[in-house]
């Protein structure tokens, strides 16, 4: 025994009624804006961190920071 069409709407019009319109369209808001920060994050967190970049410059400097060549 599955829900059909009707019970779907009937539930879907109940669910107005309690909230208005108004309500659950902010409700949607703040589920978008949670999922939309919800992906930032795991997005964030994916990154590795990287060394420095390698330069001619900080290559050719020695320990004692005098150039070499």
């Keep these: ?17 309690l ?4 309500k659950i369209s902010e409700l949607m808001g703040d589920v978008a804006k949670g999922i939309k920060s919800f992906k930032k994050g795991m997005a964030e967190d994916d990154e590795p961190e990287r060394p420095a970049p390698r330069t001619i410059e ?5 320990s004692d920071r005098t150039k070499v060549g």
């Design 1 to 17: 025994m599955g829900f059909s069409a009707q019970h779907i709407l009937l539930l879907l019009i109940i669910a107005l009624l």
């Design 19 to 22: 909230f208005g319109r108004g």
């Design 58 to 62: 900080n290559d050719a400097v020695n």
